[in-house]
């Protein structure tokens, strides 16, 4: 990687994504869903209270500006509490984790959760990989997402990733299309959506977020393509750096997305745990 990329930049840019993608949401939608979000200081928290996978239910953004306190755990812990969901994950980058981190954990309940790779490279190291447009499978084609196509393309998204109950979230995520700092896209087949990813500019930094492929749109260059065209709205928009994150690969297991970036010029940075808060847990003293 030619410039190294500040490890509070990345994670910040991860939680603002989140953040703005649930948070951005017609009123009538955050209420129906529960939403509710808080920042405290560099750490901003997001909440959707009726999503069943508690996949949105996440904190970030912890030694963006300042040390990881058992002070800023309290703030998130006490937030989930108030918003009612049955657990929150935070979001730590190991560098940044307190020589006394499993102390805290203890002491606020906190489990270890999945384990997420996050990868990153400067925008132009991503633009001279291989041109994932070039070599989409013929029949394909990749583009912008217009606002009429944007239920669609929320579809492809939401569905891929089991998120369909309840129906108001496939609404919040084309609520999203054309949002300022936003760009989507998608890959079809005729008139058809196989494939979606977004791109969410922040400033110097771009998170590469919400990619999915249907199963019969697999193999077939889609996701190479979506990555080289938000690296190249990425360098439109003057970020430097891009940014994203995707499950850890255990023994065994081979992670397509993860690989897919790979090849598409960006590096592994680290490998993440998510400490996990359950409704229930007490703090100790």
């Known amino acids: 990687m030619r410039t190294t990329l500040p490890i509070g930049l990345g994670e910040r840019t991860e939680i603002e994504a989140y953040a703005d993608f649930v948070t951005g949401a017609p009123p009538s939608l955050r209420d129906a869903l529960g939403i509710g979000s808080r920042r405290f200081g ?3 928290a997001v909440a959707v209270r009726e999503n069943p996978s508690r996949f949105f239910d996440r904190a970030g953004g912890f030694g963006a500006e300042q040390p990881v306190t058992a002070d800023a755990v309290a703030e998130v812990c006490d937030f989930y ?65 217009q606002p009429e196509q944007a239920h669609e393309w929320a579809t492809v998204m939401m569905t891929t990733f089991g998120f369909t109950e309840p129906a108001a979230l496939i609404d919040m995520a084309a609520s999203c299309v054309g949002r300022p700092g936003w760009r989507q896209y998608a890959v079809w087949e005729d008139e ?38 938000r690296a190249r709205a990425a360098r439109e928009a003057g970020c430097r750096w891009l940014v994203a994150e995707t499950g850890a ?5 081979h992670n397509t997305s993860l690989h897919n970036m790979l090849r598409a010029g960006f590096e592994r940075l680290y490998e993440r745990v998510t400490w996990v808060w359950h409704a229930g847990a007490t703090s100790a003293p």
């Open 42 to 44: 560099p750490v901003l």
């Open 81 to 145: 509490r108030e918003q009612g969901v049955a657990q929150g994950s935070l979001m730590i980058a190991p560098a940044v984790l307190p020589r006394d981190w499993a102390a805290t954990a203890a002491r606020f309940g906190l489990t270890e959760g999945n384990r997420f790779v996050k990868v990153g490279c400067d925008t132009e190291s991503a633009l001279a990989a291989a041109d994932g447009v070039a070599a989409l499978e013929p029949g394909l084609r990749v583009g912008p997402v």
């Open 192 to 229: 058809r959506i196989i494939a979606v990813a977004s791109v969410f500019l922040n400033g110097d930094c771009a998170d590469m977020f919400g990619a999915a492929t249907l199963p019969e749109g697999r193999r077939r260059g889609a996701q190479s393509a979506l990555l080289t065209v």
């Open 249 to 253: 690969e255990g023994p065994g297991d």
